[in-house]
């Protein structure tokens, strides 16, 4: 069998990944399942957590963007849906219109502190005895 060009081989590698991407979403998915949200779900809380680390800290919606694996439109929705499920707040940016600020409730804050260790200990069943370079 002929050796591997270096595109099939980039080709495995990005297969590869999507591949690791998918099963890992999977399990964050079936661990957070009985808590109510999803890995996007914990991905947004997680931001906000980080982002917003003492009670009333506010982040704008933009911010998340980038970070959070989804369409605009799509991360809007989201947010809608854990404001609806009284985990973050929405409000309009004063300084600029457009703009919206999003914060953790309460409820929120304590959701993503009972479920960060689920969600640490599925990226480290998936994640963590992975090889180097791989």
Avoid: Y
């Amino acid at each position: 069998m002929a050796a591997k060009t270096a595109e099939a081989r980039l080709e495995d590698k990005w297969r590869d990944i999507l591949s690791t991407h998918a099963r890992t979403m999977c399990e964050i998915d079936r661990v957070l399942h009985p808590h109510g949200l999803g890995a996007s779900d914990f991905e947004v809380l997680d931001i906000l957590a980080s982002e917003s680390p003492r009670e009333g800290d506010q982040c704008r919606v933009q911010n998340l963007v980038g970070r959070v694996h989804l369409s605009q439109s799509a991360l809007s929705r989201l947010i809608g849906r854990l404001e609806k499920e009284g985990l973050l707040e929405r409000s309009v940016c004063v300084e600029d219109r457009r703009g919206v600020w999003v914060a953790l409730t309460t409820k929120g804050r304590d959701l993503h502190t009972e479920v960060l260790p689920l969600q640490r200990a599925a990226l480290e069943r998936m994640l963590g005895q992975r090889s180097p370079g791989a």
